[in-house]
């Protein structure tokens, strides 16, 4: 069954300090891979997506994500978070016709 | 660039009751997509549609009712409300035909069963 599995459920991180998300897939071949962003009370906002290629992708708002076949994952990074980036993030895999499994999500929480 | 519109945007209705959510795409996209968010589960499709008259089931469609007579509209029914359909629900279309999986979301629909 496919799978998208995100370890943290909250991470904390100081204004200024670097983060890095956690995304695991399970998949019988390698899915297309996505990170959104949602703020509170508000939709799913699209950070940045992998097709194929390069395994390094940049996104927007200063994010960029690994890929890395060997360790099925799609880890989502930025240098210096900003107290706007509080949000909830989900990691999803797929690109078939049924849509997209999403992991359960990560909420971020930036210090001052 | 309207994309998604989603309605009601916020819904409360009692247990036992018959719910419509609505959502219109001003794309014609043949792809739509329902999901719903709960705390700790992150989002999970209910239902999915190729086209105008073709749906199919996700992973969690127990007491849900689809129906796409129309390209641009997807609505949602709950026929009989329950407590557990107490969430969030979203409607999704590829960004474009060809957007390899991407997809566009609504504002969600924010639904409580009392």
């Known amino acids: 069954a496919q799978s998208v599995t995100q370890p943290d459920i909250h991470i904390t991180v100081s204004e200024g300090a670097s983060l890095e998300l956690r995304c695991n897939y399970s998949?019988?071949?390698?899915?297309?891979l996505f990170w959104y962003v949602q703020s509170p009370g508000q939709g799913l906002q699209l950070l940045l997506k992998?097709?194929?290629?390069?395994?390094l992708v940049q996104g927007i708002k200063g994010f960029e994500a690994e890929f890395k076949r060997s360790q099925s994952s799609f880890n989502l990074r930025k240098p210096s978070v900003h107290w706007s980036d509080a949000a909830e993030y989900f990691c999803?895999?797929?690109?078939?016709?049924?849509?997209?499994?999403f992991g359960k999500g990560t909420h971020l929480i930036i210090q001052p | 660039d309207a994309g998604i519109t989603q309605s009601p945007r916020y819904k409360i209705t009692e247990t036992g009751r018959q719910v419509t959510l609505m959502c219109h795409q001003t794309?014609?996209?043949?792809?739509m997509f329902w999901y719903r968010q709960d705390l700790g589960h992150g989002l999970r499709l209910i239902y999915y549609?190729?086209?105008?008259?073709?749906?199919d089931k996700g992973e969690v469609p127990d007491g849900y009712v689809v129906s796409r007579s129309k390209t641009e509209n997807f609505p949602l029914t709950l026929e009989s409300a329950t407590r557990s359909q107490t969430s969030v629900y979203f409607c999704?279309?590829?960004?474009?035909?060809?957007?390899?999986?991407?997809?566009?979301f609504g504002e969600g629909s924010r639904l409580t069963v009392l």
């Open positions: 999803a895999a797929g690109g078939g016709a049924d849509g997209l499994t």
């Open positions: 998949y019988g071949a390698t899915p297309y």
């Open positions: 992998y097709f194929s290629g390069d395994t």
């Open positions: 794309w014609s996209h043949s792809y």
């Open positions: 549609s190729a086209a105008a008259d073709i749906t």
């Open positions: 999704a279309t590829p960004r474009t035909e060809l957007s390899n999986g991407e997809l566009f």
